[in-house]
């Protein structure tokens, strides 16, 4: 069985840079899609980007000029770096593994709270 | 991107059926996929493609689309089922997009 675990900073001032890091463990790396999802507090989902089965990102056009997701595939890690963030960017920061284009998230990290405040 | 639209508040009596629907353009070109999430707890994965469900998921949940609707059925209600229920798709540009999500209360 999969499990993803997550970890970054949780606190952050306006304009600082978002950095999160989900690790795989119990599952191959390679040929899944893995994916950051967000979610403000009290509200709704919001799908961040992913990278897909050959290594390729995909970026939610909202955030795409501040977004960096990357892999490193010798320690079955991904990472989220969100560069200039405002309040606007609290949330629960969620990473998720797909085994396709088309088959939705079958596996979530446990989530990470990351507040932006002065 | 596209916009998908859900009711955002449903109830169903325990044991009987509810209907949740996912309202937007992209679904009629793309399957919808469904998300559980209860408090304080990441999503689950119910239903995606053509109504399949992951493993462990209870065959009372099933899914279904109709021109620009997709909709996710509970036949006969638990307790357990009361949660936020999410629609995903990608659009033409192969971006994903939730639904605004509907919370379901089991009476």
């Known amino acids: 069985q999969v499990r993803l675990q997550q970890w970054g900073a949780g606190l952050l001032k306006p304009s600082e840079t978002l950095s999160l890091t989900c690790a795989v463990y119990g599952g191959s790396f390679t040929g899944y899609y893995w994916t950051w999802i967000r979610q403000p507090p009290g509200k709704g989902l919001e799908w961040i980007g992913e990278?897909?089965?050959?290594?390729?990102?995909n970026y939610n056009p909202s955030l795409k000029s501040r977004l960096t997701i990357s892999a490193d595939t010798s320690k079955n890690q991904f990472s989220l770096r969100l560069n200039s963030v405002t309040a606007a960017d609290t949330a629960i920061y969620y990473c998720a593994r797909s085994s396709d284009f088309w088959s939705g998230c079958s596996d979530w990290g446990q989530g990470a709270l990351v507040t932006v405040s002065s | 991107s596209s916009e998908l639209t859900q009711d955002p508040d449903v109830s169903v009596a325990l044991g009987q059926t509810v209907r949740i629907t996912c309202q937007g353009d992209?679904?009629?070109?793309?399957?919808a996929t469904w998300y559980q999430q209860k408090p304080g707890q990441a999503p689950v994965l119910v239903i995606h493609?053509?109504?399949k469900r992951p493993s462990g998921i209870p065959d009372r949940f099933s899914g279904s689309a109709s021109g620009n609707t997709a909709s996710l059925t509970i036949t006969g209600a638990q307790a357990t089922d009361e949660a936020d229920y999410y629609c995903?798709?990608?659009?033409?540009?192969?971006?994903?997009?939730f639904g605004t999500g509907t919370k379901v209360t089991v009476l």
């Open positions: 990278l897909n089965h050959i290594g390729g990102a």
């Open positions: 493609g053509e109504n």
């Open positions: 995903n798709s990608r659009d033409s540009s192969g971006y994903q997009v």
């Open positions: 992209t679904l009629r070109k793309f399957f």
